[in-house]
């Protein structure tokens, strides 16, 4: 994927760059159909740890995800910084909450690198390296798809990790 995907970047990407947890990451604008100050949610019951509820984010009912709890970084209470990412699925939306939201940027391609085979990279669609600070450009795809989220839960329920081989491309 990396490599290929790298090789097809002819053009600069827009990403909108967020933080969690200290941490730089970024989606493609593409990716993106909103993003909002936080709404009230309505909590679901007995839903996996990092779902915290739906909303109606302009009149449509949209599942909203913790994405520091998803990503297993620590949590953190919402503030006044705190934003909804509206992310595109396959006819329907779903919402991240990140702790804050940075800029737009141009990634020029010349900048974006492959991700190195770590645990969960396949949520790591690249790196850009922007003034000595690495963004990890994330698959909004893959948070998405709810085959993929299905699984989380699972191996999260069976208290074990999930390895990249198990997740289907």
Known sequence: MGTELLKNQQQEMQIL?????????????KDLSAVTRVLEITPVARSADFFEGLINLRGRLT?????????????????????????KGEG????????SVHSVLKADPGLLEEPPEILFSEYIKTVYKKDEKLILILNAHKLVDAEEVKSIIQARENKRMILPEEISS
Request: one cysteine or more; proline letters at 4%.
């Open 17 to 29: 760059v967020f933080e969690l947890a200290e941490h730089l990451f970024a989606f493609e604008m």
């Open 63 to 87: 599942p909203v995800i913790d994405l520091r709890s998803l990503l297993m970084l620590p949590r953190k209470e919402y503030d006044t910084t705190t934003r909804f990412l509206a992310l």
């Open 92 to 99: 329907y939306q779903l919402c991240v909450a990140v702790d």
